[in-house]
């Protein structure tokens, strides 16, 4: 079984930084790639920024330049710096793994982390 524990989230004020963090554990053979998407009231989930088994990440556009995907594949856990924070990135923000099992692939989320920035 597959655990991701999410950490990092938190109240900011705009401009401010924070840091998560997603740890994945569990019986899996190998990561393809993880990634952070969040979720505003009243709003689609959305991606925010992914980063593959070997180190290609993907940023929408709405974070370029202000968060960095980064990942420890020792640890098996992804990280996601976001500086110049926005109140338009309040949301809740969850964890994303895609992972597989001998010859299938699966999908885990996080149970999410709030995110709030206060203008």
């Known amino acids: 079984q597959v655990q991701l524990v999410e950490s990092g989230g938190g109240l900011v004020q705009a401009g401010g930084s924070l840091r998560l963090s997603c740890a994945a554990s569990?019986?899996?053979?190998?990561?393809?790639?993880m990634g952070w998407y969040r979720q505003a009231p009243g709003k689609q989930r959305e991606l925010v920024a992914t980063?593959?088994?070997?180190?290609?990440?993907n940023y929408a556009d709405s974070v370029k330049g202000r968060f960095t995907i980064s990942r420890d594949n020792l640890k098996n856990t992804v990280y996601l710096q976001m500086n110049s924070l926005k109140p338009e990135d309040t949301a809740v923000y969850y964890c994303?793994?895609?992972?597989?099992?001998?010859?299938?692939?699966?999908?885990?989320w996080g149970q999410g982390t709030q995110v709030t920035v206060s203008s």
């Open positions: 994303n793994l895609k992972y597989d099992v001998t010859s299938y692939a699966y999908e885990k």
């Open positions: 569990g019986s899996f053979v190998s990561i393809r790639a």
């Open positions: 980063i593959t088994n070997v180190g290609i990440a």
